[in-house]
């Protein structure tokens, strides 16, 4: 079983479960999805993100007790991933670092979309000189301005300005894409390669899952 | 289909095709297999990777005319992999940065076993302090040496030595180590995660070739 923490508070089981659903019907896997409490607006600037850390911790050391052979943080801003990883002795995954290393195994120049002011610390990090663009698109500030026609109109108006400015494929730097199943749109409609927070942080997973029964 | 480049020259069809028939039994996708001319030794100092370099460079180019996705150079070192990306449009996938990327997104400190001096430069700058040591079995200098019964069990005592120094994983530098299968043997002797390069570069190409035919 892997552990998948989400970094809000979900009171929806269908919102808790829905990252750890495409993981799931992806690679096969059990998942045990849990959302960390008292925090309805999750992570949104340093304060949301400081008092989340202990209790993204809390989860996560206590799903290593039971029995998660690894964990992931599933957002694009891997908060509290070093705190967790110094916790437990089981790999911690985050959405963000996840995509960022496999963009960078593929070594096409990327356009990073996201909801937030900028492309994540972590994300930036990696990515380095490959990114060749980031965009939020236009009125875009949270992940539920991505279910209105309007808002999918923007982001795929933001995906295409990314590759006019030299991308070569997209990587999405918010789990609110992978949601809304964003990357299958951008395939479809542009012919890009999209790597996906959500799909990245489970291919990880998915390929240490398969080899945790045998160790 | 995606083409696969092996750094030395093979005579052998079987030799030449063993890295390609992992990833294709591990992920049911095409590869194609080639390897460069007139270096039987392949590359073991600066001289023979300088004069691989446009030999790698050609074949890479000459996969994408044929129809390739993606291009595996299939060696720890990622020899001439900034050359091949700046001719080439489609993702050029090395087995040392695939390898490397795969242990960073899991966290975990990790031993690095190769044959060669130390840890491939490519690897070295991707792990960083994620290293807590490395190791060249003793008496094995190259690939065939791990062949014997002795090679192996002098692997199995290195991987145990990095164990002992504090890595929760091992990660291959070397695909002579996956040739030989050493990940299985590791995983069932030692209960230990193995970041194989071949299992690895195959794991970021047939991630992205799922995508590719919608591209």
């Given at each position: 079983?892997?552990?998948?923490?989400?970094?809000?508070?979900?009171?929806?089981?269908?919102?808790?479960q829905?990252h750890?659903?495409?993981i799931?019907?992806?690679?096969?896997?059990?998942i045990?999805?849990k959302?960390?409490?008292d925090?309805?607006?999750?992570?949104?600037?340093d304060?949301?993100e400081?008092?989340a850390v202990?209790?993204?911790?809390?989860?996560?050391?206590?799903m290593?007790?039971?029995g998660?052979?690894a964990?992931?943080?599933?957002c694009?801003?891997?908060?509290?991933?070093?705190?967790l990883?110094?916790?437990?002795?089981?790999?911690?995954i985050?959405?963000?670092?996840s995509?960022?290393?496999?963009?960078?195994?593929l070594?096409?120049p990327?356009?990073?979309?996201g909801i937030t002011?900028?492309?994540?610390?972590?994300?930036?990090?990696i990515?380095?000189?490959?990114?060749?663009?980031?965009?939020?698109?236009?009125?875009?500030?949270?992940?539920?301005?991505?279910?209105?026609?309007?808002?999918?109109?923007k982001?795929?108006?933001a995906?295409?300005?990314?590759?006019?400015?030299?991308a070569?494929?997209?990587?999405?730097?918010?789990?609110?894409?992978?949601?809304?199943?964003?990357?299958?749109?951008?395939?479809?409609?542009l012919?890009?390669?999209?790597?996906?927070?959500?799909?990245?942080e489970?291919?990880?997973a998915?390929?240490?899952?398969?080899?945790?029964?045998a160790?």
């Amino acid at each position: 079983m892997i552990g998948l923490i989400r970094v809000f508070t979900a009171n929806d089981n269908e919102v808790l479960q829905s990252h750890g659903k495409i993981i799931e019907e992806q690679h096969g896997i059990p998942i045990l999805s849990k959302s960390i409490p008292d925090q309805p607006l999750g992570i949104y600037d340093d304060e949301s993100e400081r008092i989340a850390v202990p209790k993204i911790v809390d989860l996560g050391v206590q799903m290593e007790r039971e029995g998660c052979r690894a964990i992931i943080i599933s957002c694009a801003a891997d908060p509290a991933i070093r705190e967790l990883r110094s916790r437990v002795s089981i790999p911690v995954i985050g959405g963000g670092s996840s995509a960022a290393h496999v963009a960078r195994a593929l070594g096409l120049p990327v356009g990073v979309m996201g909801i937030t002011e900028g492309v994540p610390p972590v994300m930036r990090d990696i990515l380095g000189d490959l990114i060749s663009g980031y965009l939020r698109p236009e009125g875009v500030t949270n992940t539920t301005d991505l279910l209105t026609e309007e808002g999918r109109g923007k982001a795929l108006e933001a995906a295409k300005t990314l590759i006019g400015q030299g991308a070569k494929a997209i990587v999405f730097a918010c789990t609110g894409l992978s949601t809304i199943g964003f990357a299958e749109t951008l395939r479809k409609e542009l012919k890009v390669p999209v790597i996906d927070t959500v799909e990245s942080e489970g291919f990880m997973a998915a390929n240490y899952y398969k080899q945790a029964g045998a160790i």
